[in-house]
């Protein structure tokens, strides 16, 4: 993304969605919410994910579906099995590593450390807020 089609701070700039069924799910998609599907998927990196995911996009927000097995889907984070995934809200946020020393000191913890995602598309980092929902950030730099 370039800085001048970032998102507003604390505003979603990505949304993961684990699905058994891609082209079901794309299929729900693109018929519910007029969401852009790739037509072809992606390897993924992801703990948990079985080989690929989909990006898709509308207006401003962008996305992927990324498959995994049916064992690892969850509906929400459950500590005790830590490798399923849930739906992951990431909001856009200008500094990771402030915004991870507010986290914690309102009573959150750290889940996944800074991470360079590669290709210049920018770094993430996940966190369970005070209620226990997991949740990302993302960043620029």
């Not at 360079?116 to 960043?139: P, V, Y």
Request: proline fraction near 7%; include cysteine.
């Amino acid at each position: 993304m370039s800085d001048s089609k970032l998102p507003p701070y604390g505003q979603f700039c990505w949304l993961e969605v684990p699905v058994t069924d891609i082209e079901r799910a794309k299929d729900f998609y693109t018929s519910v919410f007029n969401w852009e599907c790739s037509p072809q998927g992606s390897p993924s990196p992801l703990t948990g994910a079985r080989d690929v995911i989909h990006m898709f996009t509308k207006g401003g927000l962008h996305g992927a579906f990324v498959t995994v097995a049916e064992d690892c889907m969850v509906k929400a984070y459950d500590e005790k099995s830590p490798g399923k995934a849930p739906v992951l809200p990431t909001f856009c946020v200008e500094s990771i590593e402030e915004t991870l020393k507010v986290v914690e000191s309102k009573g959150g913890r750290l889940h996944v450390p800074k991470t360079d995602i590669g290709g210049g598309m920018g770094f993430f980092a996940r966190f369970i807020d005070s209620e226990g929902n997991l949740q990302g950030i993302w960043a620029q730099n």
